[in-house]
């Protein structure tokens, strides 16, 4: 998985400033990627946000740790958390690392590819409500492109 995540570095941090580039989308701060290890049950998840060249850290989370997303894995629809505010326990896994960020909303897109589960790409916002109809379409698109660098991260990690 390593020589995945390593791979990915560079094209993943690539999407996301076109993201930023487009117009609606400036409140749009955090990109992850969470690549999911079948064997493991584990999911390799990393930030495509920052600027620079070394490879961001790495966090291993196992799935079993963290039910919500199980439940999200295993379906085609995005969570999205309209306002972190509104969540009074800070230690839900799901907004902790959304809250560090600085973020106020966020969506988690579950990534399948030929019917095999692939991980999860989580998008953040400087301010609630912004997951609008017509931006989850856009990220939704986006998170379409992730897949498909993720199966080819996959693809040059076995080779």
């Known amino acids: 998985m390593d020589r995945a995540v390593a791979w990915l570095n560079d094209p993943a941090r690539r999407l ?82 959304a809250r560090k960020s600085g973020c106020r909303s966020c969506m988690t897109v579950p990534l399948h590819y030929d019917g095999a589960f692939l991980g999860f790409v989580i998008f953040g916002a400087m301010v609630p409500n912004f997951f609008s109809p017509a931006v989850r379409s856009v990220l939704e698109t986006y998170s379409e492109a992730f897949a498909i660098l993720i199966c080819r991260a996959l693809e040059e990690a076995a080779i």
């Open 16 to 97: 996301h400033r076109m993201l930023n580039t487009m117009q609606g989308m400036t409140a749009l701060r955090h990109v992850s990627l969470a690549l999911h290890d079948p064997v493991t049950d584990m999911l390799w998840a990393f930030t495509c946000s920052e600027d620079g060249d070394q490879p961001s850290e790495v966090q291993e989370i196992d799935m079993n740790d963290v039910p919500s997303l199980v439940l999200l894995a295993g379906g085609h629809e995005p969570r999205i958390v309209p306002d972190l505010a509104e969540y009074a326990e800070t230690s839900r896994f799901h907004t902790t690392g």
